[in-house]
């Protein structure tokens, strides 16, 4: 066989070497991550964004219901407390006015 | 010490991420096999030589060829068995590379002249090469995993 042919072989094996060092150095030095972790964020945030306006909507909701029962509150007399479940009043009692809570059971004047 | 050992391979249950549970046996089972076959090659390569190799190259450099490959496969099996040490199985990988390179340039140089007798068994080495520098690839995208998780 040429001397050509063990240069050529050689040659070869070599450029494998080469050649397979760069691509485990590219690979390693890239962020493989990045498109997957944007593809999450993105569907991620599409679907968020439906439950988020539901939830904007039912905050605005609430804060008008605080705002009316306040308001009623303060044009009724006072020592008036509405017929109230106690249930109902430890989930809402951030909404209800100050005075109407802690009297849970309590009626109406009349 | 078999506990540990168990527990730092890549047949552990918790071995394979989440994200990469489908595709769990080529780990577990390809990879294994391939190194397996790569690694009865080299003892055969030692034991009979390389024909092939043998045509182009003087005794000592075709025998150095036969143990290295060895080596590099015995210690890339190491290495998917024990996916910390990765970096054994990526320097194994590249040396494979190289090898397997060699080899099928010399089966081509001896097949394409003339129609020889090389042709099946030049593609089977192309397959092989084609496997090792697949897995170098996915060993550089799970390094450049880890250094975003800050591991290295």
Redesign the interface.
Known sequence: ?EPW??I??????????I???A???????????QKLNEYIDQRVEAQLKGALTELDGAKTKLGAAARVLLAISRQTPAGFYPRLSPEDVAILEDTLPPQWVGEPGSVSPD | MIRRLWAASIWHPDAIPLDEWKYRNLKRVLLPIVDVFLIWCGIWAGIQGIPA?D???VDWVSDSFSYLFAAAAVLALIGVAFPRLWWVE?GA???L??????Y???LM?LTLPSIGSRGFVSGLAGVA?GV??WR??L???E???R??EGDE
């Open positions: 066989m042919g063990s050529i072989v050689g040659g070869l094996g070599l450029t494998g070497v050649t397979s060092s691509l485990l150095f590219l690979r390693g030095r890239g962020d493989s991550k | 190799i045509v182009f190259f990526a990988n590249i040396v590379s190289g090898l397997l390179a060699s099928l340039g010399a140089l090469l090792v520098i170098l690839s060993l550089g995208g390094w450049a995993e250094r975003s």
